[in-house]
């Protein structure tokens, strides 16, 4: 969602840095990233070929040298069993970092179109105004660190939608911008909110972009699935040129199926936001016939006011809408995969991150377990968990989030707190250009700011939903 008129929170990065510049983050991003020591992890392996009941995933050097149920450990490798489900780490591709210090809102009506509750005066006093207020006092690095600890909360290891690329240290990889994973082969991520306010050089260097077989993220047909005004945004990307081979559509609700069809054929892809959709708009896209074209369809939260909290709190809303179809849509793997292995091939990433497999980045997730059955059926217990359920987060083998009785098993950075309903979690603390801050410091800080405005800063994770 993002709405901004601020043209640095557009939503629109491209690759305009110097190539010292990129090679300086680049060091500095390995460094921060860089694992402290060989590990294996035991437990429930969600592979790309599967459930692995009892298997191991040996991390070294930041990335997955072996995983599967019988695998040889180098002599001294720290063996820790989570007794826990060892996933991929989530991909969000749709989300508007700064936003997500906001706590929900809940209008009285639903919209045709995202035209129309960006113009509403109460949305104008809750959510606008005070956005660009704390942004012009300088807490933008604060918002996106606040908003990262959300993500990797929710089991998120990668993310796009962040407004300010100079803000040190990330705590989740920014994927469109940021230059971690080196030579994958994978163009530049671009993301743009308002692919249609694109200016002359912007439209060409999104162009650019797609020529170096990158990724253009765009919102298009946003709106409720009868809208006119949202259907008629599909023409108009045509009319463009941007209904092309590397093109991802957000939202899409007032898409029929044969603009599915349509976007089959150029190989268009697809990021569904069921959440947001059904609360502003009361309907979400046509899935069925998204699945039915063999359309690239991944998931994503959108932001936390109005859409999930997280990856794995869209994932769980999902499975819920799912199975309240009259005939369910998708599988739980398949649910699993759209936010994995999926949503990391949209984007050219397939063979870095989003598998629990040799050579990728050890990027991952481990859950606590549901029933006696999870080795069974392990997709279930990831459609089914919650923000209470994350025990672990790594990321390039490093550990960034997680239960204090495993963070202490691997070692490493110093941790510091925060409290997701009412459990205590260890996170690394904010990485702040020229500040020292806490978790605590740092959310008492946006907190304080927000109350100047009435509003109150958002709980990390919604609990008890």
Sequence with gaps: MAYSRFPFTSGFWTAHVSRVAWWILLFCSAVAFAQDAPIALRGILVTPDGIVPHGTVLIENGKIAAAG????????????????????????LHNH???????????????????????????????????????AEGLECEMEWFAEVKAVSEG??????????????????????????GKTGAGPVVYDVFPFQMTTDEAKSANDALNA????????????????????????????????????????????????????????????????????????????AAKAAHVHMVLAPDWSPTGSDGALAELQYAAAWNAAQPHP?????????????????????????????PGDAADLL???????????????????????DV??????????????????????DAMDRVEICDVEKSVLPPSIPDKSASMRTLQAGLDTALREWGRRLAPLPECGQ
Excluded at 156 to 181: H, M
């Design 366 to 388: 481990v859950l606590r377990p549901h029933g006696a059955d999870a080795g069974k059926d392990a997709y279930w217990s990831v459609t089914h968990s919650n923000a209470e």
């Design 69 to 92: 149920a019988q695998i040889s450990l180098p002599a001294g490798v720290k063996s820790i069993d989570t007794h826990g489900i060892i996933a991929p780490g989530l991909i969000d």
């Design 97 to 135: 970092l700064t936003w997500n210090v906001f706590p929900r809102w809940k209008p009285v009506e639903e919209f045709g179109n995202r035209y129309d509750w960006q113009q509403k005066p109460v949305y104008k006093v809750l959510m606008d105004a005070p956005h660009h207020a704390l942004l």
């Design 391 to 412: 025990e672990l987060v790594l990321i390039g083998g490093k550990m960034v989030y997680g239960d204090a009785a495993l963070t202490g098993q691997i070692g490493g």
């Design 329 to 357: 849509i998708f599988s739980d793997r398949e649910l699993v995969e759209m936010a994995t292995s999926g949503a990391a091939a949209l984007v050219g990433l397939e063979h870095s991150i989003g598998s629990v497999a």
């Design 213 to 288: 077989h990158g990724t253009l993220l765009i919102h298009v047909a946003e709106g409720a699935p009868r809208d006119a005004s949202a259907a008629r945004e599909l023409p108009m990307l045509k009319s463009r040129g941007l209904l092309r081979k590397g093109v991802s559509i957000i939202h899409g609700v007032a898409l029929k199926p044969e603009d599915f069809g349509e976007m089959a054929a150029s190989g268009v892809g697809f990021i569904w936001s069921p959440r947001s959709n059904l609360e502003l708009y009361g309907g979400t896209a046509d899935v069925a």
């Design 156 to 181: 998120e290891t990668s993310v796009v939608g962040g407004t300010k690329e100079d803000c040190g240290k990330r705590l989740a990889r920014n994927l469109d911008y940021d230059p971690r994973l």
